[in-house]
């Protein structure tokens, strides 16, 4: 009896035993199924991604979409359009070289000869670059004067690689516009849209385009900082310019390249930088270099009325200022006008009796009252034109004619 007590308590512990084991090892098999899905092959692994994604909201998923790589600034959206017009223009040209006179003595040469002398070239060839831009189908070039003045031969490159031989039409010196001509028979060639600089306002974009020391297809990108900047105040009194001023970058080479708006429309042409300043430069208005590209093509002189004046605008306070100075070589009229500091010699304006001093108030009735409304006048009159101006000299009002005639040259 006691025996077989022993031996249920024995089957009671190894049947609770063997439960245990088998409760343990399900207990396993449950956990280590459940980390599986922590651990999902790779396939899985992209099902389940997917399946999360589905479950975000459609704005999450806005908020995390990236950008589109195919979106496009205004910036090239311009160049596109114009840049192909844009060309490289490389020029030479033969230049004498000055003999030293102490080389060119007889003396000298009694002794050494041509030794030295003979070994000297009396020319060498100079070699420039600058950038222009396409305007008609036909081949017709603008780019700023001083890119191909005095060229021997003219190299015009297109964007696309290209190379023609150019011919110099014309060139204006005082407006510093030029107009070089390529023959490409048979050939598509780009042409740049004209804009309108008349319309151009502080504030707008501007890019320039050309090839700056060297670099070809450059693009610099500011705005326009200010309006008929004339070229007096740039620094350049030779021309006769009202410069649109931008802050984009304008290098030596980028002259004769478009200044273009946001639509890549050409409002100007890069001109000038100045060597003492930071973030300036200049260009000629698109407006006024359109006025002159026929004339230029068609190798005739462009017309500059000219009466041969130096003046700066006067006012009653600057007048005063002067007459309160007991070192002042002269009394000038406490008026509004446009103050004569200079009369230049074989001009109209000597010939027709104007002195320094002269305070010009009036030309044909109209008041003028700044230097660069007389220089517009004057400009506007046309070659041979009788201009009747009135002037105050001291205490007297005069009435002189002054006739225009065309400008050759500024000294």
Do not use: C
């Not at 009671?12 to 409760?23: E, K």
């Not at 831009?133 to 780019?143: A, P, S, W």
């Not at 000629?284 to 093509?297: E, H, V, W």
Request: no cysteine; net charge neutral; aromatic share 4%.
């Amino acid at each position: 009896m006691k025996n077989k007590r022993f031996l249920g308590k024995v089957t009671s512990h190894v049947t609770a035993l063997f439960l245990g084991v088998i409760l343990t090892f399900s207990t396993i098999r449950v956990m280590s199924s459940q980390a599986d899905t922590l651990t999902l092959p790779l396939e899985s692994k992209l099902n389940y991604k997917q399946n999360s994604v589905a479950l975000r909201t459609e704005s999450e998923l806005q908020a995390q979409a990236p950008v589109a790589s195919n979106s496009t600034s205004f910036v090239a959206a311009a160049v596109a359009k114009t840049g192909p017009a844009v060309v490289r223009i490389d020029t030479e040209k033969t230049v004498a070289t000055r003999m030293d006179p102490f080389l060119e003595d007889p003396f000298f040469r009694e002794f050494f000869g041509d030794r030295f002398g003979g070994q000297i070239p009396r020319e060498r060839q100079v070699r420039g670059q600058g950038s222009g831009f396409i305007t008609q189908k036909n081949g017709i070039v603008l780019t700023n004067a001083h890119v191909v003045s005095g060229a021997d031969r003219v190299t015009v490159t297109l964007k696309d690689g290209r190379q023609f031989e150019g011919v110099v039409k014309g060139t204006d010196e005082v407006t510093d516009l030029a107009v070089v001509k390529i023959d490409a028979p048979g050939e598509e060639l780009p042409v740049a849209p004209l804009g309108n600089s008349n319309n151009v306002q502080v504030g707008d974009w501007a890019i320039a385009v050309g090839n700056p020391v060297g670099l070809n297809n450059t693009v610099t990108l500011g705005i326009i900082s200010t309006l008929t900047r004339s070229s007096a105040q740039v620094g350049i009194p030779d021309k006769r310019i009202d410069f649109l001023q931008t802050d984009a970058a304008i290098n030596p080479g980028n002259s004769g390249g478009p200044l273009l708006n946001e639509q890549g429309e050409v409002i100007g042409i890069n001109t000038a930088i100045r060597p003492d300043a930071n973030g300036i430069g200049f260009a000629i208005p698109i407006d006024k270099a359109r006025s002159i590209t026929n004339t230029l093509a068609a190798g005739k002189q462009v017309p500059h009325p000219y009466i041969g004046v130096q003046m700066r605008t006067l006012t009653p306070e600057l007048a005063q200022r002067n007459n309160s100075n007991p070192n002042s070589p002269f009394t000038i009229p406490e008026v509004k006008g446009v103050l004569v500091v200079r009369v230049l010699p074989n001009t109209p304006a000597e010939a027709a009796g104007l002195r320094l001093g002269d305070v010009i108030t009036a030309i044909d009735g109209q008041a003028i009252t700044d230097a660069g409304q007389l220089q517009g006048v004057v400009d506007s009159s046309g070659l041979n034109r009788s201009l009747q101006f009135t002037i105050k000299r001291s205490d007297r009002t005069l009435k002189l004619r002054v006739v225009t005639t065309q400008l050759e040259g500024l000294s």
